[in-house]
């Protein structure tokens, strides 16, 4: 019985402990609003290119179309609904898609992408055995555009 | 006949050629055999008339303009609906625990990792005098998930399609 309690115990102190993924996107929006001197002050000690890097997406964020940003964020929330395993299999992907894919090949990927997207999967595979596909693409990066489509949120 | 049949993307199960000419994003040379196709089959016509309707009502469809404060007022109610009670937080695990939604391995494995972290914070630096300091603590928090989130959100623009860039 005792161990009983203290595994509850446990598990409820595992509960507290997690972090809800809203906080994300609250941590976003409280960074955003902040005066650029608090900010400043605030990042002072990040590793200097994570905090290049931060505040360039957070420039980029900023300076974006409300539609696109509308759009993004309608993205985001999917993703977020995603379970952690699934958001973190998609981010591999891209993370693979941007290291191995050529520069030039990858406008033409996203293109591919976002058709691929309108498709049942019997379609994706006819799409992706097109003569125009294969000149394009290798067999690897065909099937890591599938596996992109497959996993992307709507 | 059998050689119209045989172009027919609708005879032939190649109707995503059709939903790609109906998107524009067909070569040029794919577009004049589908043009040319498309005045000889009344089946393709008729379907790619309506898909053109569909795309003619999206291209007209305007997005209404959004407020200065949306993305506060969204993140906002993001975080109202989302984050659970604190009660939830506590009762939840609880719960499932005591209606045996939980099997035993995870539980065991979740205690004793929950054990093991209680531990090691109580005897972290155990002379330490200076209280440690919370605002700080948490905006380091915050940050990182600032971080996180802006690196999600970079993943799923470089998602969409290059054509997207030009609204930066």
Known sequence: ???????????VAMGLWAQPPAQQARALEKLRRMAPEERERALQDMPPVRRRIMEQRLDRWNRMAPARKQRLQGSFENFRQMKPEQQENLRG???KFNETMPTEKRVDGRRALTHLRKLDPEGRKKFLATPRMKDRFSDGERELLAEMAQNMPD | MNAKNNQCPMQ?????ILLSYCARSLEAEQVAQIEQHLTACAECRAWAAEQQTVWAAMDAWEAE????????ALFARIASTEQPSVWQRWTEPVRQFLQGGLGWRPVLSAGALALTLVVALSIENPFRTEPVGQTVKLEAQEI????????DLEMLRQLEPPEEETSL
């Open chain 1, 1 to 11: 019985m005792m161990i009983r309690i203290l595994i509850a115990l446990g598990v």
């Open chain 2, 65 to 72: 303009p959004v407020s200065a404060d949306f993305d506060a």
């Open chain 2, 12 to 16: 032939n199960g190649n109707a995503e």
């Open chain 2, 144 to 151: 990182e998930q600032a971080e996180r989130a802006l690196e």
């Open chain 1, 93 to 95: 992907l891209v993370r």
